[in-house]
Nanobody
Framework: QVQLEDSGGGLVQAGDSLRLSCVFYGRTFKAYAMGWFRQAPGKEREFVAA????????YYEDSVKGRFTISRDNAKSTVYLQMNSVKPEDAAIYYCAADESISTVTSARRAAYWGQGTQVTVSS
């Protein structure tokens, strides 16, 4: 069984940077595509970024392109989300997700495994 432990959230000021981490347990990390999602109060969970199992391809939601970077360290079974130039609208609970398929890991309804979430709060 896959378990995901995400962390790194906190309170930041607009314009600052933050790095989220998600550690993968239970299966072979390299066999899984990984993703990040976020959910703000009163809103649906939305896709933020995803990365293939090799790390060779990445995908981003339009509003974070050029500001956020997803990466993975297969030796550490960890996926990261580097968040730069953070905006108030980036405030949300961020969740990492894992799935064997890159197309499925970009779907909030279909991704197989989820972390518990880490809160990002942005002050303006």
């Amino acid at each position: 069984q896959v378990q995901l432990e995400d962390s790194g959230g906190g309170l930041v000021q607009a314009g600052d940077s933050l790095r989220l981490s998600c550690v993968f347990y239970g299966r072979t990390f390299k066999a899984y595509a990984m993703g990040w999602f976020r959910q703000a109060p009163g809103k649906e969970r939305e896709f933020v970024a995803a990365i293939t199992w090799t790390g060779g391809s990445t995908y981003y939601e339009d509003s974070v392109k050029g500001r956020f970077t997803i990466s993975r360290d297969n030796a550490k079974s960890t996926v990261y989300l580097q968040m730069n130039s953070v905006k108030p609208e980036d405030a949300a609970i961020y969740y990492c997700a894992a799935d064997e398929s890159i197309s499925t890991v970009t779907s909030a309804r279909r991704a197989a495994y989820w972390g518990q979430g880490t809160q990002v709060t942005v002050s303006s």
